[in-house]
């Protein structure tokens, strides 16, 4: 089952929903609990997270290091600014390529719905050039395109 | 979290980078999009822009380029449609980064599921 939403919002923001079966206290914790987040936060099959810091305090810092176990890695860096146990944060982050990517500042939000939790994560991006390049633009028209085109084949 | 890392990586990996930033112009998005309907000339796509067509040409030239479009000789015309390889590259780069996310939120699903339901909040 997938119900990720993920759409962007005016020119600089992205905009991320996705409803999870657990409370919003759960969701909250299994995203500033760095053990937890160690768990899932891994991207794709074959991927490990060996460094997880996860300071979750106003100024606390965020460091997550990635490896593919052969050779390839990446890390992001970040700060939060924001707690409020147990629906909202707000971090700023940076990826390392390792080169820094520019700062992509991030709203969470878990709201009850039901028994579970609806997340709501609005990134914001310095400017529609960042987005277009970070986002890959694809999610927009052309995503669309390919999905016109993908319609065309089938 | 942070996906976007998924993005520039595979971006890289994938060697799409010409491709993306081809799409990173509203422009150059729209024409594809009219592009996904079918084929098209250059007047035709010059119309609903208010653009030249030296300007609409040079937008053509950058997707060409990039591999996202193909251009077929009729007569004097000289119709551009969607490149079927370059567009299934990015469809395919598109479904990497979308399983990449959806696997992210579905562990997290079984972490949150293997979690003691009612435990408050531990302290930190």
Redesign the interface.
Known sequence: MSNLKLKTEGDTHVVVTRRFAAPPEAVYRAHTDPKIVQKWMLGPEGWTMPVCINDAKPGGKIRYEWTNGKGAGFYLTGEFLELQPYNRIVHVERMHLPDPTPDNHVETRFDPEGTGTLMTMRMTLPDAKTRSAMLATGMEQGMEASYVRLEQML | ?????????M??TLN?DTA??A??DPTR??I??R???GEATVMELAEPFEMTQPAISQHLKVLEDAGLIVRRIDGTRRPRR?AKAG?EA??H??A??????????????????A?E?HK???T?
Do not use: T
């Open positions: 979290m942070p996906y976007i890392r998924y993005y520039l990586l971006s890289r799409l993306f930033a799409m990173a998005r729209a594809l999009a592009l996904a309907k969607l567009i990015m469809d780069w598109l990497m980064l979308r399983k990449a996310l959806e696997k992210n939120y579905d562990r997290l699903d079984e972490v949150l599921a979690m339901p408050k909040g531990k930190r």
